[in-house]
């Protein structure tokens, strides 16, 4: 069934958000998340609960009268649904459910057909990607809002409710995890006697717009598995921009609708930095700024951005972000709408949302049902005091740039933050949060671990705020990032989960035995990482998101040693061959930091470590690990100051 409405309610409804969950056996289902003694295989039952006679367990003693049901013709998403069941049902209990094509009984009835309407359970109401899941007269129906892949009608806004159903309830009843892409991932723990518990559920994301970029969602083609992260990002319930598309585009889009040639034509059109009395052009196009409040330049912008939307009809949206960087225009008709930002530099937000509103005006003309994303971002990141009614086709994107790299650690920008996020939501409904500040660029294998007190902050409060989007940036060196981007993606759905039982749950299904060294070896990074990052300057500067030399000089080298210390201990107390193929994933990275960090003559020696590969070794083992998701994609020397590629 098609999410409840047409698609305009869909996307300017803000009825979304988590929906109550119920179970009236809830003491007897499996936790989430589990702690490591539930992660064994059990000859008992793993889930005792009386869910009437009449109900068979699922599986027993590698046995089962269940079947698991789905339309021949449901929509793709169901099909997967089915098989993922069958195979995670499969591996849990020994036992193989037969995927059947008319409803019997007992069965897991998947997807809203008439079998499961019978029962009174269905799709209708349900937002994109909302599910329910109940158990009715002996039978569990997992029932969710999906479009087939024909029936959606703008780029990236897929709805595949069934499916994520299906990967709460294995995670909820059979206790699976998947930590990270691929089999390595995989945590499924064995069941001789599966019970159903009565369930009944509904839920649905926090956040209608859920993206999580720079995790190698295109993997190397040496891995020769282009859907590995996919894969993992359907159980985490998350769409995949490298496959379903952007819902929106927000990206830097100044120079798509204005060109050269017209700008040489109207040498007035462009803006007039501060500090001159002259109109700039810069080197590139792509850095061009506007007078903002130039009539003819608006509608120009316009017809640019309309001519963008009658080419691509499947978008539902067109960026009007500015190009990167802040040479905002201070002509006397653009100076008046510059005002102060609270750290006392100049703010151009009042200009730009003045010149955002102007252009949806114009567009709206013709294309009243089509969005208009912006950012606020850079010097117009500061919402301003004067509070300005924005056109209902704009949407605000704000990307924090001072609390990009863990800026958010430092104490000023966390005292500001929720206010800033809070401010900004006067001005729109339709507010997207985005975010670099978790990501630091790390090319040479450095930990960027998880940092518990930003993760705490920023979803959470964007989510309470009202705001309707997340958009996260990962970490792409899923050996050492994993936890972080484990925690990301399950943020979008569930903004208000508890990072530290996440976590703690993670590095438990994870690395087994030796989880609190790793904790332990996260924790040392972080809190000298957090402690790097409270002595720095809060004024913006590039080089403060990256792991450059004076960042390992002075976070990693002083305890290589203790750090190494941990990982060998972890490493020695794994009992499973899962749990040693995560470990050396996450040392792969220390193979990579320990060799850099001797190219850059920040180690001596270093023979006696067990991350020390001679040259010839190290560059073979690179070329194998480059096939893998262990580190990271992009690689380069250590450097000084600002990463200029």
């Known amino acids: 069934m098609r999410p409840a409405g047409p698609w305009w309610q ?36 793993l889930i005792a609960v009386d869910a009437g006679a009449q109900t068979p367990p699922l599986a027993q003693g590698g046995r089962s009268a269940w079947v698991i049901y789905r339309e021949v013709d449901a929509p793709e998403s169901v099909l997967l649904a089915a098989t993922e069941l069958q195979r995670v049902l499969r591996l849990s209990t020994g036992t193989e459910l037969p995927i059947v094509d008319a409803p019997a009984s007992p069965m897991i009835c998947l997807g ?28 569990l129906y997992i029932t969710g809002a999906d479009l087939r892949d024909g029936e959606v009608q703008w780029i990236g806004w897929t709805s595949r409710g069934t499916l994520y159903g299906v ?19 995989e945590d499924i723990p064995a069941h001789h006697r599966l019970l159903l518990p009565d369930l009944d559920v509904e839920e649905a994301p926090d956040f209608e717009i859920r993206v999580l970029q720079d995790i190698q969602d295109e993997p190397p083609e040496a891995l020769g598995d ?73 509608e120009a912008f316009a017809d640019g951005v309309m001519k963008r939307l009658e080419a691509n009809p499947r978008q539902i949206s067109a960026s009007i972000s500015p190009s990167d960087g802040g040479a905002f225009c201070t002509c006397e008709d653009c100076a008046p709408s510059i005002v102060q930002d609270p750290h006392g530099s100049p703010s151009f937000s009042p200009l730009i949302l003045r010149f955002y509103d102007d252009i949806a005006s114009l567009v709206n003309e013709r294309f009243p049902e089509r969005q208009l994303p912006g950012y606020v971002y850079y010097n117009y990141m500061y919402p301003p005091e004067q509070v300005v009614e924005m056109h209902p086709n704009v949407w605000l994107v704000f990307y924090g740039l001072r609390y990009y790299g863990w800026g958010l650690a430092k104490p000023t920008y966390a005292a500001e933050f929720e206010d800033v996020v809070r401010g900004w939501r006067r001005f729109s409904d339709n507010m997207v949060y985005g ?18 007190a930003i993760l705490k902050m920023e979803l959470p409060i964007s989510h309470e705020a009202g705001y309707r989007g997340a958009t996260m940036v990962g970490l792409a060196a899923w050996g050492t990032g994993a936890p972080t981007n484990y925690v990301l993606a399950r943020q979008t759905w569930d903004a208000d989960l508890d990072v530290d039982t996440t976590l703690d749950d993670w590095m438990q299904r994870a690395y087994g035995p030796g989880w609190e ?129």
């Open 112 to 139: 809203d057909n008439a079998a499961a309407r019978d029962a009174s359970v269905s799709a209708e109401g349900l937002p994109r990607d909302g599910f329910r899941t109940r158990t009715v007269g002996g039978s």
């Open 226 to 298: 282009p859907e590995i992260v996919r894969r993992w990002m359907h159980a985490q319930r998350l769409p995949c921009k490298q496959f379903d598309g952007w819902p929106m585009g927000w990206g830097h889009s100044w120079d798509d609708y204005i060109t050269e040639a017209q700008l040489a034509e109207h040498p007035e059109w462009r803006a007039i930095p501060a500090n001159t009395d002259r109109r700039w052009t810069p080197a590139r196009h792509s850095a061009v700024k506007y007078c903002t409040t130039n009539p003819e330049m608006l």
């Open 167 to 185: 990967y709460d309830f294995l995670e909820d009843i059979v206790g699976a995890r998947w930590l990270m892409p691929g089999e390595v991932g």
């Open 10 to 45: 869909s996307i300017r409804s803000r009825s979304f958000g988590r929906w109550e969950r119920s179970r009236p056996n809830e003491v007897t289902s499996m936790p989430r998340p589990l702690s490591l003694h539930l992660m064994v295989v059990c000859a008992a039952a």
């Open 517 to 645: 060294s790793m904790r332990d070896l996260y924790s040392l990074v972080e809190a000298r990482l957090t402690a790097w990052k409270e002595q720095e300057s809060i004024e913006y500067r590039g080089e403060q998101y990256e792991i450059n030399y004076a960042v390992i000089d002075s976070v990693y080298r002083p305890v290589l040693g203790e750090i190494e210390r941990l990982y060998l201990d972890a490493l020695a107390k794994a009992e499973t061959d899962s749990q040693r193929e995560r470990l050396e994933m996450f040392g792969a990275n220390l193979i990579q930091l320990h060799h850099d960090m001797r190219e850059a003559g920040m180690i001596e020696g270093g023979e006696g470590s067990h991350f020390y590969r001679t040259d010839e070794h190290y560059a073979a083992w690179l070329e194998q690990v480059s096939a893998t998701l262990a580190i990271a994609s992009q690689r380069y020397p250590i450097w000084h100051g600002e990463w200029s590629g």
């Open 435 to 452: 975010s670099y500040t978790i990501w630091m660029r790390s090319f040479n294998g450095a930990i960027i671990p998880p940092p518990r």
